[in-house]
């Protein structure tokens, strides 16, 4: 059975205070950028924040709502205040907190022991709700921290200037999503109960392949924004659609209602912009191939046109260092995805019946709910 651990919990803690100085950061950044005149950059930074804590609001209730289904109304009303004024992820810390300390501390279940055992219910319960934390964190890390970094960065090329606010807020950035996409895989790893526990090594190297795929490609971004502001967008506009449309292919079956599912396949869209997710659980080794193909073959091309465009600017200093560590960044990245998925990755998903790509309707609703959200979320 799922275990829910003194590591679990520490790591949850963790995760509390690195959101609250994540909040902190951004209103910092936003007011130096306010201060120094650059309110397009501080209007933007705010709205990262805004869009992205409406849409995990939206998700949060909208799961809570599922979840106390035929209860007290009066309960499901207070919490669609307190999501509301957008405080619903405290509320989620606050379940976890709660339910992380009786199954980490207080709690002795035996692995064979029914679930329905309290000891064991405790344990879901606590599995459960650090799982849907830990999807709503993924939403913001990929609507928020992720695009922050990239007007970060951009800002940093554009005046060359040593701002230590600006530093620190990239290195928050870099840290979040770090602990973001580390949390989601063992979450991931725990809704699956035949794959092998997620350890050590397995967390550095998959740490290390996103991060470093992410970082090169945000940095590219950020040099083609540097040459063209239009070029920038309509490359991440041509992006979202085909994200958006592969969900539509994938006929995904992650929320309950069509106007929630179509949000999800949204946000997909944007995450798929920055970096890859199985969001079917089937093997996807081709899509894989022709997505990092992608990444490598835009890279190197916005490289190039800055050789024969801007031959000028390839002479400063800011611009090597970049095209250095973008290089540097694709390569460890590509190799840390491969080892991780000749490895370290499970290659046979655990898919219930319940939720195979056939069921549909609302009995197929009702089993994929029971069995929880996650073995319908994106899979990595």
Same mark, same amino acid.
């Given at each position: 059975? !799922?275990?829910?651990?003194?590591?679990? =919990?520490?790591?949850?803690?963790?995760?509390?205070?690195?959101? &609250? *100085?994540?909040?902190?950061?951004?209103?910092? *950044?936003? +007011?130096?950028?306010?201060?120094q005149g650059q309110y397009s950059w501080s209007i933007l930074i705010l709205c990262f924040r805004g869009l992205s804590s409406l849409i995990t609001q939206v998700f949060s209730y909208e799961w809570f709502k599922n979840d106390w289904e035929g209860t007290d109304t009066g309960k499901t009303k207070w919490i669609f205040l307190i999501h509301l004024l957008q405080c619903g992820i405290f509320i989620r810390y606050w379940f976890a907190l709660k339910y992380g300390c009786q199954a980490a501390f207080k709690q002795n279940s035996s692995g064979d022991a029914s679930e329905t055992d309290p000891s064991n219910f405790i344990q879901k319960q606590a599995v459960d709700v650090v799982t849907d934390i830990n999807m709503l964190r993924v939403f913001k890390t990929f609507l928020e921290t992720t695009p922050q970094l990239f007007v970060q960065i951009? &800002?940093?090329m554009e005046h060359g200037?040593? $701002?230590?606010c600006q530093y620190a807020a990239i290195i928050v950035s870099f840290f979040g999503i +770090?602990?973001?996409?580390?949390?989601?895989?063992?979450?991931?790893?725990?809704? /699956?109960? $035949?794959?092998?526990?997620f350890h050590v090594l397995s967390k550095l190297v998959y740490l290390f392949y996103k991060l470093f795929t992410i970082t090169s490609w945000i940095l590219s971004i950020s040099l083609i924004t540097l040459l063209s502001v239009r070029s920038s967008v309509i490359l991440l506009m041509l992006l979202w659609i085909s994200g958006f449309a592969w969900t539509l292919k994938q006929?995904?079956?992650?929320?309950?209602?069509?106007r929630m599912e179509y949000l999800y396949r949204t946000v997909v869209g944007i995450i798929l912009i920055f970096t890859f997710f199985n969001i079917k659980g089937r093997k996807t080794r081709v899509c894989i191939y022709i997505y990092y193909a992608t990444h490598i073959v *835009?890279? /190197?091309?916005?490289?190039?046109?800055?050789? =024969?465009?801007?031959?000028?600017?390839?002479?400063?200093?800011?611009f090597t260092i970049v095209s250095i560590l973008t290089i540097l960044n694709l390569s460890f990245g590509i !190799?840390?995805? *491969?080892?991780?998925?000749?490895? =370290?990755?499970?290659?046979?998903? =655990?898919?219930?019946?319940?939720?195979?790509?056939?069921?549909?309707?609302e009995e197929g609703q009702k089993d994929r709910v029971e069995i929880g959200r996650f073995q319908n979320f994106i899979m990595q």
């Open positions: 059975m !799922m275990k829910f651990t003194k590591q679990n =919990f520490i790591f949850l803690v963790g995760g509390i205070i690195i959101y &609250v *100085v994540d909040i902190g950061a951004d209103f910092w *950044v936003a +007011s130096r950028y306010f201060c951009y &800002v940093l200037k040593n $701002d230590f +770090s602990i973001s996409t580390i949390d989601y895989q063992i979450s991931l790893r725990k809704s /699956l109960p $035949d794959k092998d526990e006929h995904t079956t992650f929320c309950k209602s069509k *835009v890279t /190197l091309s916005i490289l190039f046109v800055y050789v =024969f465009w801007k031959p000028s600017i390839i002479k400063e200093m800011h !190799m840390f995805l *491969v080892v991780y998925y000749s490895y =370290f990755h499970p290659t046979a998903y =655990f898919r219930p019946q319940a939720c195979s790509d056939e069921v549909d309707g």
